[in-house]
């Protein structure tokens, strides 16, 4: 990530993005929260791309470069924390599930950052406790180093729609099926159908935000019907893609 910018103090903060508006790549000395109150962030950085909805949030550890991107109008909020305050010890980026509760307290801790009375510090305090409860929900697509993975990511990124099996990408990209899902495994740490779907899902999240139907997008990221995507959809982010325009 070449210009990286660097400022110390991650801001505690509201904005709103344009859809594809973006935050260019930079780095905190201390950690900070990512919320999307509407629409989708994507995070960027060095090992892949973590996307969040509504129903999570993005834990980003102090000195990590990252940069946003928005999907669909982007109600971002930001919550920085001093490096020795790390509530749930994580030392990589990491998704996790944002329970009702812990929504608004993001949403209200955000409102008005320049606030310095003690009920926003008994706020800020209820923020930690319920953050240090949070489960991981890993919502991940990781960055392949290996260039013959890398083609084949490639591939299967650009076309989110295409069928083709493991043995016809690697026939396509001049790889064995083997060492793909060799690599795979040891690189990515997921097998070929776990990261097609991530990256799906990855698609899914933006046509959705950009307002979609539900079943063009299902037909757009490769889903056999409406009924199977609603389904992965479901499972993966506890609604149904039918709502996601309506949570905020």
């Known amino acids: 990530m070449p210009d990286i910018r660097h400022t110390p103090k991650a801001p505690t903060r509201a ?6 508006e973006g935050i260019d790549a930079h780095r905190h000395d201390e950690h900070q929260i990512i919320y999307a109150g509407s629409g989708v962030v994507a995070v960027t950085t060095d090992a892949g791309t973590w996307f969040a909805p509504g129903t999570r949030a993005l834990w980003v550890p102090a000195g990590t470069v990252h940069a946003h991107r928005a999907h669909g109008t982007l109600d971002l909020h930001l ?5 020795e305050d790390n509530p749930l010890g994580l030392d990589a980026p990491t998704v996790l ?3 009702p509760l812990l929504r608004e307290l993001i949403l209200a801790y955000t409102r008005s950052p320049e606030d310095t009375s003690a009920e926003r510090r008994r706020l800020r305090a209820v923020l930690r406790d319920q953050l240090r409860a949070c489960p991981q929900a890993p919502v991940h697509l990781p960055a392949p180093g290996d260039p013959r993975l890398a083609a084949v990511c490639a591939l299967v990124h650009d076309h989110p729609e295409d ?3 493991l043995a016809a990408l690697g026939a396509a990209t001049g790889v064995g099926e083997r ?3 060799r690599l795979f495994r040891s690189e990515l740490g ?16 933006r046509m959705l935000a ?5 079943t063009s997008v299902a037909h757009r990221c490769g889903w056999a019907s409406t009924s199977a995507f609603i389904d992965v959809f479901r499972r993966a982010f506890g609604y149904t893609p039918g709502t996601h325009n309506r949570r905020g």
């Open 190 to 205: 997921m097998t070929f159908p776990q990261w097609r779907t991530q990256s799906r899902l990855f698609h899914a999240l």
């Open 79 to 83: 919550v920085g924390l001093p490096p």
């Open 179 to 181: 060492t793909l899902s």
């Open 97 to 99: 599930g944002v329970s």
């Open 163 to 165: 069928p083709r099996t």
């Open 15 to 20: 904005r709103t993005l344009a859809a594809g």
């Open 210 to 214: 950009d307002g979609m139907p539900v």
